[in-house]
């Protein structure tokens, strides 16, 4: 199968993961990400704590 053989690099997450809450397309794609096998998302956990600014 082809998703068995492809690799999903996704970077800067931490650039786009406020659009969860109100975006139906961003929710639309990232459940699509996630039907391939081989997935690696790259983020800076740091960025998506914003509360303690």
């Known amino acids: 199968m082809i998703k068995d053989q492809v690799l999903l690099l996704l970077d800067s997450y ?7 809450g109100n975006n139906c ?3 639309n794609i990232m459940k699509a990400v996630f039907h391939y096998k081989n997935v690696i998302i790259n983020f ?9 600014d």
Do not use: M, T, V, W
């Open 25 to 27: 397309d961003y929710r």
């Open 44 to 52: 800076r956990p740091y960025a998506l704590c914003r509360g303690n």
């Open 14 to 20: 931490d650039k786009i993961a406020f659009l969860s």
